[in-house]
Structure formats: structure tokens, C-alpha cells
């Protein structure tokens, strides 16, 4: 994504520079949790956009409480990028277990990653649903302690979920059109 042209001032891209750019459907929380703000981010390999997160974050106090991420994956051409849908949502699910805490030294945050991948990782697959612009849609779920994610292949996207807390009905996501208007 380019940001600036010679001679021209720094520009930050929008939300909608950043759907076109990923040109793939983003899916997000039907309804977040109230009073949560949900903070988008991006992520690429090899020069191409690969994810945008969509994470939802409570920020009452001094501190960020993360309540949920939804990450959507579209597909690349790579040899370093794993495919494999049950492995993105252990990472996902690992990264969201780590994120927020605080560690001092290089060794404990290498536990803290380490537990985390860990957990992720004993976590046992089963099947699920989540509901997707209103339908049911068939998935796998992960289950460590209070949190859940789930993973669903949506047309050429992969979608992981994870949830801070286990949601009271159904997980629903909405599609965010490719190229949100302006």
C-alpha cells in the first residue's frame, strides 16, 4: 500500500483503501460486545496483503482489555504461509492469549509465548456453527478455559474467531463488502 507520493504529505489509508487493497471479503462481529471498540488492523507476506483483524478491545481505565478478534485470511501465493485452517486458528488463538499481558525479561516473555502456544495447541477440535450474514455455516471450534475460537472457510477466505469468553447463543458474523464505500 503506498502512503505517499513523491512530493505529496504522508497519508495514512482508510478503512475502505484498506478493503480494496485486501480485495476479499472481511468478515466481522454481527454484534460486538457493548461499549467495546473495535480497532482494524493489517497483515502481509511477501508484499501482499494476507489478514485484516478486526479486534474488539475495551478500554475503560488505564487499561485494554481484548474481548475478541476476528481475523480474515485470504489466500497468497507462498511457500512460508500455512493454509491449513485448524493451524491458522491455533495461532490466532495463541496470539490472542498473549496479548495484553505484560512479561519483563526475554525469558519470561518466551514462557508466556511458549504456554500459550502450548495451549493452543492441546486445545481439542470439534465441530461447530457460527452464523454468517444470517446463515448457519458449519466450522471447528477450539475450547481453552473461558476462551473460544472458531474457524470457517467462507468462498477463498479462512476466518478465525476468537471470543474472550464463551458467547451466550451464536457467533455471528457480517461481510464487509469489498469495496466499502467511501
Do not use: K
Request: proline residues 7%.
Amino acid at each position: 500500500m503506498e502512503y505517499a507520493a513523491p512530493g505529496e504529505s504522508f497519508r495514512l489509508p482508510g478503512l475502505p483503501d484498506v478493503f480494496t487493497e485486501f480485495g476479499r471479503p472481511v468478515l466481522v462481529l454481527a454484534r460486538p460486545e457493548v461499549g467495546s471498540v473495535c480497532m482494524f488492523g493489517t497483515g502481509g507476506i511477501d508484499g501482499s496483503p494476507w489478514t485484516v483483524d478486526a479486534d474488539y478491545v475495551d478500554q475503560a481505565g488505564s487499561g485494554v482489555t481484548h474481548l475478541a478478534l476476528v481475523r480474515t485470511h485470504r489466500p497468497v501465493e507462498s511457500r512460508v504461509v500455512d493454509r491449513d485452517p485448524l493451524g491458522l486458528l491455533r495461532s490466532a488463538v495463541s496470539s490472542f492469549l498473549t496479548n495484553g499481558v505484560e512479561a519483563g525479561s526475554p525469558e519470561e516473555q518466551c514462557r508466556i509465548l511458549d504456554d500459550a502456544h502450548a495451549a493452543a495447541e492441546a486445545a481439542v477440535a470439534r465441530p461447530a456453527v457460527v452464523r454468517i450474514d444470517g446463515g448457519p455455516v458449519g466450522c471447528v471450534a477450539l475450547e481453552i478455559g473461558s476462551r473460544r475460537g472458531f474457524v470457517v472457510e467462507h468462498g477463498d477466505v479462512v476466518v478465525t474467531v476468537v471470543l474472550a469468553v464463551a458467547p451466550a447463543g451464536d457467533v455471528e458474523l457480517v461481510t464487509v463488502p469489498v469495496t466499502a464505500s467511501r
